[in-house]
């Protein structure tokens, strides 16, 4: 077997695709929380429970209704953004006169209440979720599970959809020019708050897709999310939220190196993105993508 | 303002007082930790409250420092990094004999401040809601740290820190003895917050929370200010925390993790953002909680979330807040602005 600068190509390339995957999750939770950010100028801190509310989702549908991963796939996000919904209408939407540091602490409330419940419910050692592709091919490089590709590709492609309908169509316009003045857009008849509110669970809904994807390769966890967010957070000082394709190549990028880490220095994997967030903020503090103010 | 002022004071000798009898009635240790957390949520409260900068990973400082405390009470030796040619980076291992406890906490508070300059002047390069993103992401990072380090113990913390006797001559191992030790720490550590705020320093770190652009047309050094105030709450975290390591006599993972960090943000917002009282009465209410709710196991985290929802909804003041408000209504006819941050503008 030949090595490459000293690691075997099984190691590097099995991390590398580990790295895509999670790259993957955190584009798509990033992809959410800049959507949401540009409309409603709050943090979600809410998102990291919400993918864990997802992943959780799909293990009940699978195990009290007997709904196939398949179904959990499209159900799930749907479910978890439709109580997104009903979180924004209930609590958020009474802070929008308020500094955005309040919507902050209010979703960091939420998400300690619902990772509570879970943990109350389900306890912090995990349920197993079974593969729904299970095996693989060899590609003489490396060992393909097909399940890792398919996430590879699925959340790729869920991330250019939402960049196509947020940069290319009719809605996606109204969207940004909420984004920018929203007085201005509802002065035209468009119904603002409403759209508000879709893109609250929109966002939500990816998130908890995002979680759905997760649930196969790593067991569904009441704590999975908490310490998710904090590196999508990193994620996304990095990429700065001005940009939905800047989010995408951000959270992929950073996935990919967060894996090659692992290969070459395992001691800093944990640490590596918040290091580079260090960096980005000293050398370019609006974000790799990201506009001055 | 120089009523106020008195006022103010005039409530903290009350405070002391009860604070010097207050052993008398309640469990000491009880009483440690409320200082402690009190000394905490204040150092928290000098940014969020005063420059209006949410930091959302205090615990980094005070958890550090319950680390550095414990480990030169305990081991009491220092490592530095060096570097030579051929043999790359190494650790020089500098021993010095175990400390008293007073010099271990100042070590821990030391590094603390060290740390607080590090963390800040990359922090204050971004406002609002990404300053607490990024504090919340340098927290992570520091825990990452403490649980890879080699002299924090991992999973099992610094245990069994030997209490010596102060400045070589006063016994403390015995709780009540501490306990008047803690008073005082907690007692220089909130003068020294409350004489930063009623500073003409204090009053350009005011401006800057409501303006931020003019204060800098009027010539200040805006940063420079965030981050010497920044510095300042990180050291004073970092007391409250090497104090902590002194009274439990254990450093653990505990006190890094972001749901401390989430913990002192809560006790600051239970008692009031922005009062000089407010995050000493929270933290009195939160621990008290949480010693009462102990035996509830998940349900704790599911109530502490609940009272952040409540209390962003309808009890943004605190409970100070919500006094001081109380009695500015009964003492003037014309309506007073409430003395309570309403952190910046509206939305746009």
């Known amino acids: 077997m030949f090595e490459l600068i000293g690691v075997p190509p099984q190691a590097l390339f099995g991390q590398l695709l580990l790295g895509l995957i999670n790259g993957a999750f955190y584009a798509l939770l990033s992809l959410g929380l800049a959507v949401i950010f540009g409309l409603m100028n709050v943090i979600n801190f809410t998102h990291g429970a919400q993918y864990m509310t997802g992943a959780f989702c799909a293990w009940m549908l699978l195990n009290y209704l007997g709904i196939p991963y398949w179904g959990a796939l499209i159900l799930a996000p749907i479910i978890v953004g439709a109580t997104g919904i009903l979180i924004e209408r209930l609590f958020i939407s009474r802070l929008y006169h308020l500094d955005h540091l309040y919507g902050l602490l209010l979703t960091f409330g939420l998400a300690l209440i619902i990772e509570g419940l879970f943990r109350r419910q389900y306890g912090i050692s995990g349920l197993p979720y079974?593969?729904?592709?299970?095996?693989?091919?060899?590609?003489?490089?490396?060992?393909?599970?097909?399940?890792?590709?398919?996430?590879?590709i699925f959340s790729l492609s869920v991330c250019l959809a939402t960049w196509f309908v947020i940069e290319k169509t009719q809605l996606g316009a109204y969207l940004r020019a909420a984004t920018e003045r929203p007085d201005l857009v509802q002065a035209f008849g468009i119904n603002v708050p409403r759209m508000i509110t879709l893109t609250y669970g929109f966002g939500v809904g990816l998130a908890a897709l995002a979680g759905v994807l997760a649930a196969p390769i790593y067991s569904v966890n009441p704590v999975m999310g908490a310490n998710l967010i904090i590196v999508v957070f990193a994620v996304v000082v990095i990429?700065?939220?001005?940009?939905?394709?800047?989010?995408?190549?951000?959270?992929?990028?950073?996935?990919v190196v967060e894996g090659l880490t692992k290969v070459f220095y395992p001691e800093a994997s944990n640490t590596v993105i918040f290091i580079i967030m260090a960096v980005v903020l000293m050398l370019r503090p609006q974000g790799l993508f990201g506009t001055p103010k | 303002m120089q009523r106020t002022q008195n006022w103010d004071l005039r409530v903290f000798a009350a405070l002391l007082a009860i604070g010097v009898v207050a052993p008398l009635l309640v469990y000491p240790v009880f009483l440690m930790k409320v200082l402690c957390f009190a000394l905490f949520a204040s150092a928290f409260n000098l940014l969020i409250g005063y420059v209006g900068l949410l930091s959302f990973g205090h615990a980094m400082f005070f958890g550090f420092a319950a680390y550095v405390t414990g480990h030169l009470a305990k081991?009491?030796?220092?490592?530095?990094?060096?570097?030579?040619?051929?043999l790359g980076w190494n650790w020089m291992v500098i021993g010095i004999a175990p400390l008293t406890p007073e010099l271990a906490i100042l070590g821990g508070v030391l590094v603390a401040t060290l740390l607080g300059l590090i963390v800040g002047s990359i922090a204050i390069r971004r406002q609002g809601i990404y300053f607490a993103m990024v504090t919340l992401a340098l927290a992570q990072m520091v825990y990452f740290l403490c649980v890879q380090a080699k002299f924090t113990g991992g999973e099992?913390?610094?245990?069994?820190?030997?209490?010596?006797?102060?400045?070589?001559?006063i016994d403390v191992s015995h709780d009540l003895a501490?306990?008047?030790?803690?008073?005082?720490?907690?007692?220089?550590?909130?003068?020294i917050i409350y004489r930063t705020i009623h500073s003409p320093f204090g009053q350009v770190l005011k401006a800057i929370r409501e303006n931020e652009t003019r204060a800098v047309s009027l010539g200040y050094a805006v940063s420079r200010f965030k981050l010497i105030a920044f510095v300042i709450s990180a050291a004073l975290a970092g007391l409250a925390g090497a104090t902590k390591a002194?009274?439990?006599?254990?450093?653990?993972?505990?006190?890094?993790?972001?749901?401390m960090s989430g913990e002192v943000v809560l006790m600051t917002l239970v008692g009031g953002m922005g009062t000089v009282f407010g995050p000493t009465v929270g933290a009195a209410i939160i621990i008290y909680m949480q010693n009462y709710l102990a035996g509830f196991g998940e349900w704790v985290l599911v109530i502490q979330g609940a009272i952040f929802v409540v209390a962003v909804l309808i009890f943004r003041r605190g409970v100070v807040g919500e006094l001081i408000a109380f009695v500015r209504r009964r003492t003037s006819k014309t309506v007073a602005a409430p003395d309570t941050i309403e952190l910046a503008k509206p939305a746009r």
Do not use: E, H, K
């Open chain 2, 178 to 191: 501490f306990y008047y030790v803690v008073l005082v720490i907690f007692a220089a550590g909130f003068l």
């Open chain 1, 239 to 255: 990429g700065g939220m001005g940009s939905i394709l800047g989010s995408i190549i951000t959270g992929f990028g950073l996935g």
């Open chain 2, 75 to 86: 081991v009491g030796t220092v490592s530095l990094p060096y570097w030579l040619p051929v």
């Open chain 1, 130 to 152: 079974a593969n729904p592709i299970p095996g693989g091919t060899n590609l003489g490089f490396m060992f393909l599970p097909w399940y890792r590709g398919w996430v590879v």
């Open chain 2, 156 to 169: 099992d913390g610094i245990q069994a820190i030997p209490r010596r006797a102060m400045l070589g001559l």
């Open chain 2, 246 to 259: 002194m009274v439990f006599q254990l450093a653990s993972l505990t006190d890094v993790t972001w749901q």
